[in-house]
Each structure stands twice: as C-alpha cells, then as structure tokens.
T-cell receptor, first 116, second 112 residues
C-alpha cells in the first residue's frame, strides 16, 4: 500500500516550452502533496505544498507563475513548468500525505526534466 | 526554523563493517526526525522516524538511530553493512506544516 507514482519518469523539452508532471497516489487519498526539487548530488529542496482544493503554498524564492501546481483531486497533483529554461533542468520529486497521517510522507520515484 | 546538518558528505566503508551516519538538528520545539535512503535515480524510502517515546529507533534493513536531545543528534547506525546499502542517505526534520527539511545527504559507499 501507500504507493505514489509520477509521470513521466523522464522528459526532455525545448527551451521556452511548458511541461506537466503528474503525481498520483494510487491506493490512498492524499490530502496534502509536496513538491521537491533536487539538483545532481544535492539535497531535496521543498518547492511548494498543496492541499486538495486549495491554492498551493510556495516556498520563498520559488516563482509561482513559473511552477504551476494544481491539486484538483485527492489522488492527483500536477506541476507545470512554464516557459522552461535549461536552468530548470532538475529531478522533481513529489510526496503525498494521507488523511489523518501527519508524520508519514510517501514519495514518488521522481521525474528527470532536461531542458535543451 | 528547524533544520538538520549532516556532518559527512561521503562515508566509505568496507562490507560487513559497522557504519554511523551523523545528523544534528536545530530546533527549539518538539522535533520529529527522519532518515530516508535514496538509490540512484529513484525516490526516497523511509528508513525510520522518531516522533516520541523510546530514543532508540529501529528501522528497516537493519538500520537504527538514536535520538539524543542533549547533543541534538539523530545518528544512523548499522552494525554490518552490505554492498546493497550503497546509496544516498538523508536526514530530515518535519516542520510545523508537515513538510520535510532535508540535510544535504551522506553518500554511503560500501566496498568489498
């Protein structure tokens, strides 16, 4: 149980285009989903927190107009990188928290984004 | 703000030897601490967590960690490592919004 999937696992896009990454909780309802960004051989940095049906809360320094987060249902959150640039290339990981479980996060396998 | 510091960026160790990965935290309130493991190009897997109670926490794959309030530490230990333990290990503290603040990670390299 408690499986989180991400799609795609790997994507290449051209500079200036937009790309959408999906995060799904497969066997539980995720009241909260978190989006992290990880540069090569570095730690995970929290980008934003999204609660189902509410606007996402972005961390300081994260451009909300560039990284659009939608948490429209209890099993799906999406991250759209708009007008991508090479510096947006990174590993994006989502995690999900189930209803009533405050201290457990289930992580997706991550999405490798390369912007050319 | 709550944060963690992982004192070692890389730890090389021989197979079947014991290992300790160090983590110190800074927090003035109740603290919830976690250790995660990340294999190459994969997401994170929870090894263990400390929320309250016993300061010695046992996790998966033979790992354990001890919460030490006086030293503000949460070091991860394993008495005998395997080649398959080679991975990146992250210590993390949970903030008031239930998000995780991660340390910079420790790369554990187990060699024969």
């Amino acid at each position: 149980g408690a499986v989180v999937s991400q799609h795609p696992s790997w994507v290449i896009c051209k500079s200036g285009t937009s790309v959408k990454i999906e995060c799904r909780s497969l066997d539980f309802q995720a009241t909260t989903m978190f989006w992290y960004r990880q540069f090569p051989k570095q730690s995970l940095m929290l980008m934003a927190t999204s609660n189902e049906g509410s606007k996402a809360t972005y961390e300081q320094g994260v451009e909300k107009d560039k990284f659009l987060i939608n948490h429209a249902s209890l099993t799906l959150s999406t991250l759209t990188v708009t007008s991508a640039h090479p510096e947006d290339s990174s590993f994006y990981i989502c995690s999900a928290r189930a209803r009533g479980q405050y201290y457990e996060q289930y992580f997706g396998p991550g999405t490798r984004l390369t912007v050319t | 703000a709550q944060s963690v510091t992982q004192l070692d960026s890389q730890v090389p160790v021989f197979e079947e030897a014991p290992v300790e990965l160090r983590c110190n935290y800074s927090s003035s309130v109740s603290v919830y601490l976690f250790w995660y493991v990340q294999y190459p190009n994969q997401g994170l897997q929870l090894l263990l967590k400390y929320l309250s109670g016993s300061t010695l926490v046992k996790g998966i794959n033979g790992f354990e960690a001890e919460f030490n309030k006086s030293q503000t530490s949460f070091h991860l230990r394993k008495p005998s490592v395997h080649i398959s333990d080679t991975a990146e290990y992250f210590c993390a503290v949970m903030d008031s919004g239930y998000a995780l603040n991660f340390g910079k990670g420790t790369s554990l390299l187990v060699t024969p």
